[in-house]
């Protein structure tokens, strides 16, 4: 079983930056792709990024050119730094895991979720 440990949300002013980041542990084979998505209130939920084991990203177009996601293989841990944010980008941001247990089982784990909130 994977578990995820999101950190780094928390309040921002308006034009501000965060970096948030998620450390998978646990039973893990291959982690195969992780990624960031967010939830704001009364909306569902979206992808803002993923960055499979061999560095390829794949951004939400409408989240390409502020949010840059990165990966850590050696540390299982993946990066989101957000740049210019603005009240529409408060959420709950949730990192994903997709990955193989030791048996080879491929499953999806989501994190707890962290809250980003923009304002002044």
């Known amino acids: 079983q994977v578990q995820l440990v999101e950190s780094g949300g928390g309040l921002v002013q308006p034009g501000g930056s965060l970096r948030l980041s998620c450390a998978a542990s646990g039973s893990i084979g291959s982690i195969y792709a992780m990624g960031w998505y967010r939830q704001a209130p009364g909306k569902q939920r979206e992808l803002i990024a993923i960055?499979?084991?061999?560095?390829?990203?794949n951004y939400a177009s409408s989240m390409k050119g502020r949010f840059t996601i990165s990966r850590d293989n050696a540390k299982n841990t993946v990066h989101l730094q957000m740049n210019s944010l603005d009240a529409e980008d408060t959420a709950v941001y949730y990192c994903k895991c997709t990955a193989s247990d030791y048996t080879g089982r491929v499953s999806d784990t989501w994190g707890q979720g962290t809250q980003v909130t923009v304002s002044s």
């Open positions: 960055v499979t084991k061999s560095g390829y990203t």
